[in-house]
């Protein structure tokens, strides 16, 4: 079973938000969204960076109910 303090080591380098997607003019533009000091962060993904960065949040969700999991 993998350590609490090494969990939440991991959460930390993964990015939080969820994935917001935008149509301008007709073409498809895709966001990482998050919240950062009580403000709405929005970052441009670029389309070859899309999967990785889907991967990466749902790798955040899993660890995030390890240490959820681990906490109770």
């Known amino acids: 079973m993998e350590d609490f303090s090494e969990l939440s080591k991991l959460a930390l380098e993964l990015p939080s938000g969820y994935i917001s997607k935008k ?27 899309l999967e990785t960065v889907k991967r990466q949040l749902e790798k955040r969700d899993e660890v995030e109910e390890k240490l959820f999991k681990i906490e109770s």
């Open 23 to 49: 149509t301008i003019k007709g073409k498809t533009y895709y966001y990482l969204q998050y919240f950062e000091n009580g403000k709405k962060i929005s970052k441009y993904i670029k389309q070859n960076e």
